[in-house]
């Protein structure tokens, strides 16, 4: 059974400082993985996809790496603002239902001024 | 274009009552998933579908959940004899094509508080 882990648990830091954001998976044979940002009260806005092939992507200010033989992914944050305090979840596609989300418990990300 | 649309987005409901929620997918899209989130945790996959056939249901915690999607558009979560536990945040997402390789797009979420 996948399992997603996501470090740390909650992030607080100041703002302009470039972070790093986590995510480790259990089984390698996935076909995606996926950065997530959720704001309170609204859906999740998906922020990057990287497909199984691929080591990284980039959107604006945000970065996404993947390293599928050793179950790892980063979210990198450059030039952090208060805008991007959100909780950002991981999650990956794979197994049977070669659809279906596995996701982490996510990461509490506070940019304060 | 229109996203993922879900309603009722809140829904207040004693115990051993039936609930109903509705997902409308982005138009076109082929699959469509449902996923359950309690407070601080990330979404658990329920069920999705290929179309109107339901492909998967290893999720669903027990039968008093079921989900339909007849015609292969608009789908159903229905919950039987609600129970507290059942409380949660019940998100849909949907994807352009039937395959593992896509971006899955999500609604606001309905809000289910069992009383």
């Known amino acids: 059974k996948q399992e997603v882990t996501q470090i740390p648990a909650a992030l607080s830091v100041p703002e302009g400082e470039n972070l790093v954001l986590n995510c480790s998976f259990t089984d390698s044979a996935i076909y995606n993985l996926q950065w997530f940002r959720q704001d309170p009260g609204k859906g999740l806005t998906s922020l990057l996809l990287?497909?199984?092939?691929?080591r990284e992507q980039t959107s604006g200010r945000l970065n996404a790496s993947l390293d599928k033989s050793s179950g790892r992914s980063t979210l990198y944050i450059a030039a952090s603002q208060p805008g991007d305090s959100a909780t950002y979840l991981c999650a990956v596609a794979g197994g049977t239902s070669y659809g279906k989300l596995t996701f982490g418990q996510g990461t509490i990300l506070t940019v304060h001024p | 274009g229109a996203g993922v649309s879900q309603s009722p987005r809140y829904k207040v409901t004693k115990r051993g009552q039936d609930v109903a929620l509705r997902c409308d997918p982005i138009?076109?899209?082929?699959?469509l998933y449902w996923y359950r989130q309690a407070l601080g945790q990330g979404p658990e996959f329920l069920t999705y579908?290929?179309?109107?056939?339901?492909?998967?249901k290893s999720g669903l915690p027990n039968d008093r959940f079921s989900a339909e999607r007849p015609e292969g558009s608009i789908s159903t979560l229905t919950i039987q004899r609600t129970e507290q536990r059942d409380s949660a945040m019940y998100r849909c997402?949907?994807?352009?094509?039937?395959?593992?390789?896509?971006?899955?797009?999500f609604g606001p979420g309905t809000r289910l508080t069992v009383l």
């Open positions: 138009s076109g899209h082929v699959s």
């Open positions: 990287i497909q199984s092939s691929q």
């Open positions: 997402a949907s994807t352009p094509w039937a395959s593992g390789g896509n971006e899955q797009f």
């Open positions: 579908f290929n179309y109107e056939a339901q492909q998967d």
